[in-house]
């Protein structure tokens, strides 16, 4: 079937340290992939995507490229700031029934102080 | 634009009520989605829309009936609200060939 695992939080960091939150997926076939955040008391937002192996998804300084080979999705970014506290979810489409749909992982949370 | 409108925003309910969370969408989006949040779950899918009188089950979706009757409504539907329907609600909607989903707000239940 189709999952998603990203590393559990908390992730606790100081502003302009470097970030890693990794995400693995299984799914059938080549799904797109996401990242979304959702800050709090919000919905969630699209941060980046990638829709095929080797695409590089990217925006405002977090990437994560689309690598096949280990089913992985990890975000990154070089600096973070601390208006980048948020949860982070990682999610692929999956093919359904009727149609296609998100699924998520858990989500990790950030917290970045000054 | 307004995007994707959830109402209510709160709601407490007693065990064995009956409700409605609304889910209306300006895009005219022809996919629509109803998520919940729990603590270290994430987001799992409910149920799920690809058009106007097509609906699916996603992951969880015991305890909940959806229509869709318009485009841009997909209410969610709690038949008789139980303390594990505790949550938040979140409805999400995408055009058809896109790879991104818009979300509402979310609803955010208690069911006591």
């Known amino acids: 079937g189709n999952s998603v695992t990203q590393m559990e939080g908390p992730v606790t960091l100081s502003e302009e340290a470097f970030l890693t939150i990794n995400c693995t997926y299984t799914?059938?076939?080549?799904?797109?992939l996401f990242w979304y955040v959702q800050y709090p008391g919000e919905g969630l937002q699209l941060l980046l995507k990638a829709t095929k192996a080797d695409d590089k998804g990217s925006n405002k300084g977090f990437e994560a490229t689309y690598r096949k080979e280990t089913t992985s999705f990890h975000l990154e970014k070089g600096s973070v700031q601390v208006s980048d506290s948020a949860v982070y979810f990682c999610a692929l489409s999956a093919l359904y029934q009727a149609g296609t749909a998100l699924i998520f992982g858990k989500g990790t949370t950030l917290s970045v102080s000054s | 634009n307004a995007g994707v409108t959830q109402t209510p925003k709160f709601q407490v309910l007693k065990t064995g009520q009956s409700m409605t969370l609304q889910c209306a969408q300006d895009?005219?989006?022809?996919?629509m989605s109803w998520y919940r949040q729990d603590p270290g779950m994430g987001l799992r899918l409910i149920h799920y829309s690809v058009g106007a009188g097509i609906t699916d089950q996603g992951e969880v979706p015991n305890g909940y009936n959806v229509s869709r009757s318009t485009t841009e409504d997909f209410p969610l539907r709690l038949l008789s609200a139980a303390p594990s329907q505790t949550s938040v609600y979140f409805c999400?909607?995408?055009?058809?060939?896109?790879?991104?989903?818009?979300f509402g707000q979310g609803t955010r239940l208690t069911v006591v």
């Open positions: 999400a909607s995408k055009r058809q060939g896109s790879t991104e989903a818009f």
């Open positions: 895009m005219n989006h022809e996919y």
């Open positions: 799914a059938t076939g080549y799904p797109s």
